[in-house]
């Protein structure tokens, strides 16, 4: 289920330079209406959470309001330094049980926040997107924000990334979608719910992220209105493609191992 667009690798640029300025789109700041909780699951990211978490830290929006916000880790017993990376930045709960919505689900029982903010461990967000998302909860009748994610790639300890302006319309077909690497919704819309389906398999992806990203999504309209806001995150390719390429790399190694969910693409 290939529904983001992939940026393929023309130029070799410094990442978050060319992310900002791919996704410079930006909404009026202003304050939260309400507390904000950022959750991101973990396990063993520590080649890409400093990333993130920077990223996060940086936002336009929070710097501007750091009370307003607070990110709170919810790690699968990593076996790697992702715990303390993530304790730099983060309030950090270990999860023994295994799955990412099972991680979610803890953090947002662990939240202090009415707006939660899901975000991944293994994606970049330029400095505006959290501003371009929050300002939408201004409006009473929206419970939910969802945005395109894109790709990048790294070659020689570089990342790559195409510099085009992409049109806009062409990430429509995945507006149904509301990735958990880049949505926020109202705590308590997501209670209204019932909050994820625990009980599908979050090892298989076929049943994961149909869950995750349309049905949790479609459950939320009925609540009120889940709007698509025009600004990219960036995520790591590995997530696509990497283990066709390198299929000893840790990463794929765990997914083998049944530690990791293996996805429709056979991440």
Known sequence: MINTLILVVPVIV??????????????????????????????????????????????????????????IVADGISEDSTPDIANEYARVIQVKEKGILTARAVCIKESRGQIIVSVNADTYYPKTWLQNVLYHFKYPEVVG????????????????????NIPMKLWRPVERYMY?????????????TGGFNLNVNQLNSEELQPEEEI?????????????FEYSPVFTAFRRVGKCWFNPKDTFCREIEEGRRFRGIRNE
């Open 180 to 192: 958990g690497s880049n949505s926020a919704f109202l705590k308590d819309a997501y209670y209204i």
């Open 14 to 71: 410094t990442a978050t330079k060319m992310f900002d300025w791919i996704a410079s789109h930006e909404n009026p700041l202003v304050r939260p209406s309400e507390k904000v909780s950022i959750m991101m699951p973990t396990f063993n990211e520590e080649r890409y959470i400093k990333m993130s978490l920077e990223s996060l830290k940086n936002q336009t929006i929070v710097s501007r309001f750091p009370e307003s916000f607070e990110i």
């Open 145 to 164: 924000v969802t945005t395109p994610r894109l790709y990048f790639m790294e070659y020689d300890g570089k990342v790559s990334e195409h510099p085009a």
């Open 215 to 227: 049905y949790f999504r479609d459950r939320l309209q009925k609540v009120g209105k889940v709007v």
